[in-house]
């Protein structure tokens, strides 16, 4: 039987074991670059399989909130290689997520407070992004509205992910993770309910919505080896404004074919209510590694590694409180909880001051 804290071997990386920390924004990188607080905290989890460290914006025009860390500067390079560095010493391996928001942004966040960009003119009314209000201040603004890349621009961004992926590699880290879920800029092209363009990117025809997240994986492939590259998808997710669509388990089944020709690390599925039946045939076109992320126990994961559904596991929330999350699953120990509060923004209370399980 295998087990969720077997070995697992991810392309040339040997995973001590099949627990993957999930990558998961925190804002606290006030000058938009990691810190010696990033290198701590993650160093402090690298007991993980596998480390997914946060979405890290490829781009000024990629941010959609504040104090994220990006991936674009050489001060941002720079911290980040404080993180690898601290995590290969603590015996850890790291990816990074490469992000770009599209429309969820806002014009404070953009170079000379330019409109965001998405496949289309569009505008998401129901959740806010995090920048700065009328008088200045931090704060939960709603999205501005966004506008239709050209063709032309749609290339550059794709050469703005080979740069970050290029970066991520100078910067030591193990791999990188296209960010193409949760309705942010790849995945405002996939949906069909957003994606109406009438060109080779977008429309009612699966391969045009496709186009731009292929080419993208693709072209980051050739530049850094497709055994690097990795894609977090979230197929039937209803989150940041991203509609149902009639084709949407047939775009999400020829994505995941074509991928499978492709001989990347892994697949990622955040499962934001993704049904039974899509997984088992996204399980069934992809012949190599897929995670899985949403809600997880120790005993939920067991049993999907077990039953042949996925082969590695990335859990969330369980991380922000429990740095040595492998060490309790394997004995047993109990999980300490984090309070919302903590998630994003402020300082190291809440980020690096969770201890390891103390046995009494
Ligand atoms: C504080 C926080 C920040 C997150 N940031 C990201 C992110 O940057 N990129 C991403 O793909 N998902 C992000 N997520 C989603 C997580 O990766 C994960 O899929 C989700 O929390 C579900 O797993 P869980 O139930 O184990 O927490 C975030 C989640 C949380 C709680």
């Known amino acids: 039987m295998t087990t969720l804290l077997e070995p697992y071997q991810l392309a040339d990386l040997t995973l001590?074991?099949?627990?993957?920390?999930?990558?998961?924004?925190?804002?606290?990188?006030?000058?938009?670059?990691?810190?010696?607080?990033?290198?701590?905290?993650?160093?402090?989890?690298?007991?993980?399989?596998?480390?997914?460290?946060?979405?890290?914006?490829?781009s000024l025009q990629g941010r959609g909130y504040l104090w994220?860390?990006?991936?674009?500067?050489?001060?941002?390079?720079?911290g980040w290689r404080k993180v690898t560095d601290a995590v290969h010493q603590a015996g850890g391996r790291i990816f990074v997520q490469l992000w770009h928001t599209g429309r969820m942004s806002h014009v404070t966040l953009q170079e000379n407070g330019q409109a965001?960009?998405?496949?289309?003119?569009?505008?998401?009314?129901?959740?806010?992004?995090?920048?700065?209000?009328?008088?200045?201040?931090?704060?939960?603004?709603?999205?501005?509205?966004?506008?239709?890349?050209?063709v032309e621009e749609i290339h550059?961004?794709?050469?703005?992910?080979?740069?970050?992926?290029s970066n991520a590699m100078a910067a030591g880290f193990d791999g990188i993770e296209l960010h193409s879920a949760g309705a942010y800029l790849l995945d405002q092209f996939i949906n069909g309910g957003i994606n109406t363009r009438d060109d080779e990117y977008g429309g009612e025809s699966i391969q045009n919505r496709l186009r731009f997240v292929l080419e993208t994986v693709d072209a980051v492939s050739q530049a850094i080896g497709s055994k690097r590259v990795a894609i977090r998808i979230s197929p039937e997710a209803r989150i940041h404004d991203g509609p149902a669509y009639p084709s949407e388990r047939e775009t999400f089944l020829t994505l995941a074919e074509e991928l499978s020709k492709r001989s990347?690390?892994?697949?990622?599925?955040?499962d934001m209510g993704v049904s039974s039946e899509l997984l088992a045939g996204i399980r069934r076109v992809y012949r190599g590694t897929l995670m899985i992320a949403g809600e997880y126990t120790q005993e939920k994961a067991q049993k999907a590694i077990e039953s042949g559904v996925v082969d590695l596991v990335a859990f969330g929330r369980p991380y922000i409180a429990n740095p040595d999350l492998v060490e309790r699953f394997r004995n047993g120990w109990p999980l300490a909880v984090a309070e919302h509060a903590v998630f994003y923004g402020g300082d190291d209370r809440g980020y690096t001051d969770f201890p390891p399980y103390i046995q009494s």
């Open 16 to 58: 001590p074991n099949r627990v993957v920390m999930a990558p998961m924004t925190r804002s606290r990188s006030q000058n938009h670059a990691p810190n010696e607080s990033t290198a701590t905290y993650y160093a402090q989890r690298a007991s993980a399989g596998l480390i997914i460290a946060e979405g890290a914006p490829i």
């Open 68 to 78: 994220t860390p990006g991936i674009y500067t050489q001060e941002q390079l720079d």
């Open 116 to 150: 965001p960009v998405s496949s289309v003119d569009t505008q998401v009314v129901n959740w806010p992004v995090f920048a700065y209000d009328e008088a200045g201040n931090p704060g939960q603004v709603p999205a501005s509205p966004a506008r239709r890349l050209s």
């Open 156 to 165: 550059r961004i794709t050469e703005d992910f080979v740069r970050a992926a």
């Open 264 to 270: 990347l690390a892994y697949l990622h599925i955040n």
